[in-house]
């Protein structure tokens, strides 16, 4: 979640086909030619935290007011999953269709069951609290990786100090029987959005404090290797389709193949775009949150999980 403190309430928007070559910068054959931006719903106050379970049913956050949504890959319908979410932030779910959050109410990482009852599996490092996890991906063999950077809140006071809890803003690695815990990543100046690949071999992440995106691979015990720069932007929320682009967000969404080159640009209206993965059943729908906005367009390409 970028650092934005104020939603900005926006008129419906859509891009019709018409004016989809005016719009939307496109290269790689990856959106669908009678596609459009739609504004599923607004009202909210900042839309974080997509996450696609088996279904293709997408569940998505309203931060400031300490909701889970749900928005159904079949009807389309949104509706309230869960309050009193701990102000969950980023979120991915297992395969058992378990929901794991980065509920930085008070800097843990919960799981979150079909009925919505929550556990704690997560609260500190080393015996000091977290920053404030921000984003996680599960490896399809199990264990995660999340980015904790600091992003003061106002629903802290009382709760704990603004202050940097950890030694800087790291990324880390919880391995799938939770005995392993430890930094993966201690040399960035942010981190925000991550992301990896199917086959589980490479991860991405961005360090949204420096407007730069790298790429690793991802070791058998977890560790990462082979740091090498992607591309030059930065990112909130990320995903990554089935030919191997990644999608990164903060100016609508911008898409790189797999070789780090541009290949498309969709503008959303909004003054900051947060999250955004592939929901419906067929993961073709991109789904978007956007401050007080959903939006979805449909694509050529799917999502991989």
């Not at 891009?15 to 054959?29: N, V, Y």
């Not at 300490?66 to 102000?87: L, M």
């Not at 794991?100 to 799981?111: F, G, V, Y």
Request: proline share 4%; with cysteine; net charge negative.
């Amino acid at each position: 979640m970028n650092p934005l403190k104020n939603s900005l309430i926006l008129a419906a928007f859509v891009i019709s086909s018409s004016l989809s070559a005016q719009e939307i910068e496109e290269r790689g054959g990856i959106i669908s030619k009678k596609s459009e931006l739609v504004k599923v719903q607004d009202g909210f106050s900042f839309t974080e935290g997509p996450a696609v379970n088996r279904m293709g049913d997408v569940f998505f956050t309203d931060q400031p007011n300490n909701k889970i949504y749900k928005w159904s890959g079949s009807s389309k319908e949104i509706t309230v999953f869960k309050e009193n979410a701990g102000r969950s932030n980023g979120m991915y779910f297992m395969l058992d269709n378990t929901l794991i959050t980065c509920a930085d109410e008070k800097n843990e990482l919960w799981s979150i069951d079909q009925d919505g009852n929550e556990e704690v599996i997560l609260s500190e490092f080393r015996g000091n609290n977290l920053n404030g996890p921000n984003d996680l991906w599960i490896l399809p063999k199990g264990g995660l990786y999340f980015t904790d950077p600091l992003y003061p809140r106002e629903y802290w006071e009382g709760i704990r100090t603004p202050e940097m809890q950890q030694d800087g803003q790291h990324v880390y690695f919880l391995s799938k029987d939770k005995s392993e815990f430890f930094k993966v990543a201690d040399d960035l100046k942010q981190p925000n959005g991550i992301v990896g690949t199917p086959d589980g071999k490479n991860l991405y992440i961005s360090d949204i404090g420096d407007k730069k995106t790298y790429k690793y691979d991802i070791r058998e015990d977890g560790y990462l290797t082979n740091k090498t720069l992607f591309c030059e932007m930065g990112s909130d929320g990320m995903t990554i389709d089935n030919k191997g682009n990644v999608y990164l967000t903060g100016d609508g969404v911008t898409v790189f193949n797999r070789n780090g080159n541009r290949i498309a640009h969709i503008p959303v209206p909004a003054r900051w775009t947060a999250n955004v993965v592939f929901g419906a059943l067929d993961r073709k729908t991109l789904f978007i949150t956007a401050m007080d906005a959903v939006y979805t367009l449909e694509m050529k390409t799917r999502g991989v999980w």
